[in-house]
């Protein structure tokens, strides 16, 4: 069994926590969302949503209407999460069964993206993040939507990533069992992109195609 | 762009909020992992960890001396989520652009699971939800190990799911642009094992060959 991934405080089975920027912001760049808690009435909440790195801050972006986005901009202290999984590690007992990951926790608070440039620089780089290249070529974004939407930025400077990689590690007295033990990869990816029905006869574009 | 996927209330375009126990439970039971956030001296903490659902409650483990652990089995109030990615929805503008997912919110508060046998159950089913039919397999766990971990539940008590699903929905008067639109699925699963140095030449066991 995996001890669980404090990032807190170091534990006995700690896995190192790196605070390289470039390992934070190339495990950032990898995950297709984060999940930001914040406590409201002394009660935690948290949720899932997009967000893109750039620079030295995530962005994240939301309805303006949204209770979420609105408790968000007010500034309190969030918790950001992002988790890669890699690998189950297979050991020869439970107890040495771990995970292979790679996590990132932030502690921040939301500053809002005031003006419309910042705003749909912002949005540029949500979409292109999800779709490489699509900004250029989707319908370009109107007014009222950028209205509509609030961009939060949040400093990556109180941030930590933690690693775990390798085979099982296993009890001396337990290597020699005929019990298997490896790694099993996980999968993540993206598959071959299925056009709805007003694009069915539609060649791919080339950042799509490129994006397999 | 997706708006964010609030768990807490309706928002302008709120996707469905699901109660039924069959819809969450699926939800959970495919989640290899799960974030657990609570409040700390009025700070946000979030963590991500194994869990198993196993009837109505979510079983999670740890060291004893782990710090997250200990904080938990005071009975804190934490909020648990789980998402699973299924495809990102590409429209014709930036703006419809969403993602397909399924996810879990739920609050609730840690139980310490205390005997010995109720413990012992609870590393099972973790250890059964990981790598399927592995449990009776492996070396049978040791007394100082079950010492050594702190088994938690939650029940699944105040809990929704939200699921987006289907293909994107561009406004009417963009329907006709000659511009790209569909889903690129997300690939999650797992890939064949691969062996450790004491397993090069064992064949697979029977539980992980039918696992793939």
Known sequence: ?????SHLVPSRSAKR???????????LDEALYCTISYS???KPFSIPTAFVRYEDKIYIHGSVGSHFIRELEKGI???ITVTLMDALVV???AFN?????????????AEKVESVEDKIEAFKWLTDKIVPGSWDYLRPIKENEVRKTTALAFKIDEASAKIRSGMPVDDEEDEALPIWSGLIPLQNGRMAPLPDKFSEHMPLPAHLVGSL
């Open 17 to 27: 926590a790196n605070y390289e920027p470039e390992t934070i912001h190339s495990i």
């Open 40 to 42: 409201y009435e002394n």
């Open 1 to 5: 069994m995996a001890t669980p991934k």
């Open 77 to 79: 202290p969030v918790c």
């Open 97 to 109: 069964h771990s995970v292979n990951y790679r996590s990132v926790v932030i502690f921040a608070q």
């Open 91 to 93: 050991a020869k007992s």
